[in-house]
């Protein structure tokens, strides 16, 4: 086992934060685990003390520049003003839609979440970080932050900034002894499938020129879990990236997903967009909806 750290997990009221946060626990370091759902945070607590870790829950809104105040206090509190060694910036949700359809408010928050949170984070527990001249900053990006789906271009953008954002610091951090590490996973089961679906849901009107593509959108979701892996493969990824003596720059997980990067990037353009479309089915005949036909904003 390492030696133990401090850890603070963000977005770890479910999905992947919430397997990476009682791995971490039950492998020794003290784990701060963060999110807005105050029951699932007990939850997590109670689960990780009966597998013998230590959580400290984190009533946290990463959107919230007061509330990520009142959390680094707490962390400085617990630690006798150590700080944290490793920062997991997992937070984060995926808007589903036609990009003409998103309001700039909707754009906004999911800027709001997976970017500014991510970056107001950073900079709220670095300092203690370069003051021991050592450090760990996993943001977790996506596949998507490399290739872009239809329908998810306001989530994809955001995963684009990540992506742009973890190389800077990664070499504006490296001579503080600060490592930068992302991971980009691909598919993977979790219930953040659940929550783009429900975003879904308000695109679904008959008037809309994607009604018909939207109304087969669980039927494509469900094409793509079957090739989906568990958060495992992204927890062991963030372990490695936490624990080991040279930590990579970048986790693409599971493996397969390198195959799919692969081929966006030596196939070309035209032919991965024809198949994307035929996956999703963007096709003339399924957009029904008159050209002209006014669209659900807002």
Request: aromatic share 6%; glycine share 10%.
């Amino acid at each position: 086992m390492s030696q133990q750290q401090v850890i603070l997990v963000t977005g770890a009221t479910s999905g992947i934060g919430r397997h990476a946060a009682l791995e971490l626990a039950t492998r020794g370091h003290l784990v701060f685990a963060a999110g807005r759902r105050e029951p699932a945070l007990r939850s997590l607590v109670e689960e990780a003390a009966r597998a013998g870790g230590r959580i400290e829950p984190l009533v946290l809104d990463v959107t919230r520049e007061d509330s990520i105040v009142e959390a680094r206090a707490h962390v400085l509190g617990t630690t006798d003003g150590r700080g944290i060694d490793v920062l997991v910036n997992n937070a984060g949700y995926g808007h589903v839609g036609p990009l003409e359809s998103i309001t700039d408010d909707e754009l906004r928050g999911q800027f709001d979440t997976n970017v500014f949170g991510l970056m107001a984070m950073t900079r709220a527990f670095l300092p203690e970080m370069r003051a021991r001249g050592r450090g760990r900053i996993i943001n977790v990006g996506s596949m998507g932050g490399r290739v872009t789906f239809p329908l998810m271009g306001a989530y994809h953008a955001t995963k684009y900034a990540v992506e742009a954002l973890s190389d800077a610091l990664r070499n504006e951090l490296a001579p503080f002894g600060i490592h930068v590490s992302l991971i980009e996973p691909g598919a993977i089961h979790t219930e953040f499938g659940d929550r783009a679906m429900d975003v879904l849901e308000r695109y679904r009107a008959s008037r809309s020129p994607y009604a018909g593509v939207l109304a087969r959108a669980e039927e494509v979701r469900q094409q793509f879990d079957r090739t989906a892996a568990g958060p495992e493969v992204v927890t062991n990824a963030i372990v490695h990236a936490s624990e080991r003596r040279r930590p990579r720059a970048r986790y693409v997980v599971p493996f397969s997903t390198h195959f799919a990067l692969l081929a966006f990037r030596l196939l070309p353009t035209r032919w991965m967009d024809g198949l994307l479309r035929m996956v999703i089915g963007l096709r003339w005949g399924s957009l029904s909806a008159p050209r002209s036909a006014p669209l659900l904003n807002g």
